[in-house]
């Protein structure tokens, strides 16, 4: 059973910093794209960074790029997304989410296992 959990989430003030990450169960952690998602309340679930199985990929949606990162360190089962500039309508619950394939995708339906995600809240 592979099982991803997300951390590094809190409450943060406009303009801070919070690192997320993503532990993933599995030896073959590795083969897999990784992608992470966010979700704010009465809204739908909206893509917001992807990443290939080597790292050598990555996507972000036009709302993070520059100021989010995505990473992984394959060695650790891991994935982070590092957030700066934090806005209020960065808000959300983020979820990571493990993708069968070597490329990151913007779908959610093409991703095949789910963290619980993890509340990240930007005050003003």
């Known amino acids: 059973q592979v099982q991803l959990v997300e951390s590094g989430g809190g409450l943060v003030q406009a303009g801070g910093s919070l690192r997320l990450s993503c532990l993933t169960s599995?030896?073959?952690?590795?083969?897999?794209?990784l992608g992470w998602f966010r979700q704010a309340p009465g809204k739908e679930r909206e893509f917001v960074a992807a990443i290939s199985w080597d790292g050598g990929s990555t996507y972000y949606a036009d709302s993070v790029k520059g100021r989010f990162t995505i990473s992984r360190d394959n060695a650790k089962n891991t994935g982070y997304l590092q957030m700066n500039s934090l806005k209020p309508e960065d808000t959300a619950v983020y979820y990571c989410a493990r993708r069968t394939g070597s490329v990151g995708s913007t779908y959610p339906r093409s991703y095949d296992y789910w963290g619980q995600g993890t509340q990240v809240t930007v005050s003003s």
């Open positions: 599995g030896r073959t952690f590795s083969m897999y794209a």
